[in-house]
């Protein structure tokens, strides 16, 4: 079942307990030279998770984000995001249910937010009318309003991340796929951004540094030698006195080596879902 679904149908018990999959990938491979970073990728996320990925290696995690992004493309396996096999061009299509963010600044430095956030919204084919409420909403919750009609490169780089993402989240996207692009925000700041209104709404973010994303997930995932080393809601390290840390993660991983039995109960955001 695809995530798009209207709110009427959405609201309904069945649909709750379905938990249509906004994320799904079936042994996705990508080499790059002579490292295969994706050999095998196996995973399947409920619209509405929250999930932290860590990759050994690290590019691995940027890889995947890059595909799932239609970025980049695969050597064998398949993917769907928000029900859709890949990009289209219907007008509730690919760029209107999908935004990416890379570690990349995304925004042309002579342009003001206000220009960069018009823009998004045409380029996307908003109607004027949604497309100003948008914009306001987003200029408010990521605190543009001081600079908003200045170049972006005279607002200094933290200014810039965040309008990279409020861009792209312009259309009020079903997926996001974030490859660590807040950094040079305080903390408990990018936490609260992070925090993606909308219970639909399904995060991917690939971090190197598990620790301080603790307050904006609800799963996390372990990318190693190309595949899916350990899935589990982040209460399962909380569970076993486990930090939220590569070593922490490592030792999750280590359980389900040793007992592939091992079954998580949903994250507690998915529990009250289908409840």
């Known amino acids: 079942m695809a995530s798009s679904t209207p709110d009427a149908l959405w609201s309904s018990r069945a649909v709750r307990l379905l938990q249509p999959a906004a994320v799904v990938c079936k042994g996705v491979r990508r080499r790059v030279g002579r490292q295969r970073l994706l050999d095998g990728v196996d995973l399947q996320l409920p619209v509405g998770s929250r999930l932290l990925l860590v990759a050994?290696?690290?590019?691995?995690?940027?890889?995947?984000l890059?595909?799932?992004?239609?970025?980049?493309?695969?050597?064998?396996?398949?993917?769907?995001?928000?029900?859709?096999?890949?990009?289209?061009?219907?007008?509730?299509?690919?760029?209107?249910r999908l935004a990416y963010v890379g570690p990349e600044l995304g925004p042309y430095p002579w342009m003001s937010a206000a220009e960069m956030l018009a823009t998004s919204a045409r380029l996307l084919g908003l109607a004027p009318e949604v497309a100003r409420e948008r914009i306001g909403e987003l200029v408010g919750r990521w605190g543009l309003a001081d600079g908003l009609n200045r170049p972006i490169r005279r607002?200094?780089?933290?200014?810039?991340?965040?309008?990279?993402?409020?861009?792209?989240?312009?259309?009020?996207?079903?997926?996001?796929?974030?490859?660590?692009?807040?950094?040079?925000i305080d903390p408990d700041e990018r936490i609260r951004l992070l925090r993606?209104?909308?219970?639909r709404t399904t995060l991917v973010l690939a971090s190197r540094y598990p620790a301080s994303e603790g307050g904006a997930v609800n799963q996390l995932a372990l990318l190693r030698d190309g595949r899916v080393a350990v899935?589990?809601?982040?209460?399962?390290?909380?569970?076993?006195?486990?930090?939220?840390s590569h070593s922490g993660i490592d030792r999750l991983a280590a359980m389900v080596v040793a007992d592939p039995t091992i079954r998580w109960?949903?994250?507690?955001?998915?529990?009250?879902?289908?409840?």
Do not use: C, K, M
């Open 196 to 199: 993606l209104p909308g219970r």
């Open 56 to 64: 050994e290696p690290d590019a691995a995690g940027s890889l995947l």
């Open 66 to 96: 890059r595909v799932l992004a239609g970025l980049s493309r695969v050597d064998s396996g398949s993917f769907r995001i928000a029900g859709a096999a890949g990009p289209d061009g219907s007008a509730t299509g690919w760029g209107r």
């Open 231 to 244: 899935h589990a809601p982040i209460s399962a390290l909380q569970e076993r006195g486990l930090p939220l």
């Open 265 to 275: 109960s949903a994250p507690a955001g998915e529990r009250r879902a289908s409840a």
């Open 155 to 184: 607002n200094g780089l933290a200014y810039a991340q965040r309008i990279a993402v409020a861009a792209a989240l312009v259309t009020d996207p079903e997926v996001v796929l974030l490859d660590e692009p807040l950094r040079a």
